[in-house]
Nanobody, 123 residues
Framework: QVQLVESGGGLVQAGGSLRLSCAAS????????MGWFRQAPGKEREFVAA????????YYADSVKGRFTISRDNAKNTVYLQMNSLKPEDTAVYYC????????????????WGQGTQVTVSS
């Protein structure tokens, strides 16, 4: 069983940066691929980034490639999303997800989800 808690969201001006954190409980965290998703008002949830359980492989949506970086620290049971050059269209609730299968994380059908953290980017 894995429980996920996101933090680090907030209000930032366009061009600014935020770092989201997702703290996981459970002794098997280090063996779980992880991902970040976001959902803007009136829109469907969309994939943002994912990382393999060792952190050796990362994946990004085209819309954030080159601006966002996903990383993890298995010793701290935490996955991060560094967001730079933020745009108003990045405004959304950001969720982290985990599953034993990387492909299911990337498809947004992972078994475990956090409650989300709000990111608002002002123009």
């Amino acid at each position: 069983q894995v429980q996920l808690v996101e933090s680090g969201g907030g209000l930032v001006q366009a061009g600014g940066s935020l770092r989201l954190s997702c703290a996981a409980s459970g002794r098997t965290f280090s063996s779980y691929p992880m991902g970040w998703f976001r959902q803007a008002p009136g829109k469907e949830r969309e994939f943002v980034a994912a990382i393999s359980w060792r952190g050796g492989s990362t994946y990004y949506a085209d819309s954030v490639k080159g601006r966002f970086t996903i990383s993890r620290d298995n010793a701290k049971n935490t996955v991060y999303l560094q967001m730079n050059s933020l745009k108003p269209e990045d405004t959304a609730v950001y969720y982290c997800a985990a599953d034993q299968v990387l492909g299911e994380v990337r498809r947004g059908i992972g078994d475990y989800w956090g409650q989300g953290t709000q990111v608002t980017v002002s123009s």
